[in-house]
């Protein structure tokens, strides 16, 4: 099989691999389309995510649909040719946080694509791969593929949201229109919040966070713009520049909850800290997801207004391609690669 691996900063390269048999209880998939997340461009153009550095080649990708390819020995899974997306964490089980229902901020789960542990674990960027059963979830047969790719990071907006509280009626700012920006609109809209207003230094974005559901679209180098308005009741910093988590700090009322998304630069971070309280906001971090991939899923399979997040698709050989144009804002949001063709 071909996979997609990076080496270091800069250095992605397809390469051929040999597909692992599966095991006890594990279930074997034949990838067809993968999702380039934010995390495989940070990889790709830093050799690292936060604190996670690539200390070896590890194959990247946590966002896959595909198919049954076989079943393990006692594998509890869907038969063979069924369509499936692949839940790409396995908490451990056993902590505190996994016995709390917040498997996950388990920490020592492992998560396809991620260099948080050594050996690194391997991500799905691979025309095969092997996983837990427990990970595997069977598609609508009226969920195409294209669509079903997004349950994972639609799962991360899920979460989220979910950890804003009731956005019914409310008034809710997000910054960033990245895919993940552009998600959280989309999930608002879904929940019922009164008014959506997306912020971003791009138009392009801007307009796919439009087609979202958001209800007001502003610059975020246009302070004084009308479109900002009031204070928001809740605010989703979606962009992982500081000049976001700040922008969701002034703009957020009083009493009110911001919602920490995007991943922060390393280090230090100036924070408005008099106004937060002052003003007696919540600040909530909120990472990653769990139960809600499933919420993901059976929403894909409605008239969720997500399609324009997935702007283009690339062959697997052409990888270093997809990465270069999922890095351009100004032309892309979700890339896929197609695993097919190699």
């Known amino acids: 099989m071909h996979a997609c691996v990076i080496h270091k900063a800069g250095d992605l390269r397809v390469e051929e691999l040999t597909p ?23 990889y790709y153009r830093h050799g690292r995510v936060g604190d996670f550095t690539v200390r070896e080649p590890m ?35 056993d902590c505190t946080e996994c016995g709390s229902g917040r498997r996950n901020v388990c920490a020592d789960t492992r998560y396809l694509g991620s260099a948080a542990r050594t050996p690194h ?23 195409d593929l294209r669509r079903a790719v997004l349950a994972e990071p639609l799962s991360v907006a899920l979460h989220a949201v979910r950890r804003a509280g009731d956005v019914r009626g409310k008034r809710v700012l997000v910054t960033g229109a990245g895919p993940i920006g ?23 974005p801007l307009r796919i ?36 988590l700040r922008a969701c700090v002034e703009r957020t009322g009083r009493g009110g909850t911001v919602v920490l998304l995007g991943l922060l630069p390393p280090g230090e971070v100036p924070l408005l800290g008099n106004i937060t309280v002052t003003r007696e906001l ?35 050989p052409d990888a270093q391609a997809a990465f270069d144009i999922a890095h351009d804002r100004t032309v892309a949001s979700k890339v896929l690669l197609d695993l097919t063709h190699a």
């Open 59 to 93: 194959v990247l990708g946590h966002e896959i649909v595909g198919h049954v390819a076989a079943l393990g020995p006692g594998a509890d899974g869907p038969a063979v040719g069924t369509p499936v997306a692949v839940h790409p964490a396995t908490p451990c089980g």
């Open 121 to 143: 674990v391997q991500g799905g960027f691979a025309q095969h791969v092997t996983v837990p059963g427990a990970q595997i979830r069977a598609l609508p047969p009226t969920l």
């Open 282 to 316: 919540e600040l909530r971090g909120a990472f990653r997801f769990d139960a809600e991939f499933d919420e993901a899923i059976e929403l894909l399979a409605g008239p969720l207004p997500v399609d324009a997040v997935v702007t283009h698709t690339f062959p697997l």
């Open 209 to 244: 966070a439009g087609a979202c559901g958001a209800t007001g679209l502003v610059r975020a180098d246009e302070p004084d713009a009308p479109a900002w308005g009031a204070p928001f009741d809740v605010s989703v910093e979606a962009s992982g520049a500081p000049a976001g």
């Open 20 to 42: 692992s048999a599966p095991g006890p209880g594990e279930v074997a998939v034949t990838v067809a389309f993968g999702g380039i997340c934010g995390s495989d461009l940070h």
């Open 182 to 204: 552009c998600l959280v609109t989309a999930v608002l809209h879904h929940k019922g919040a009164a008014e959506i207003v997306v912020s971003d230094l791009i138009d392009t």
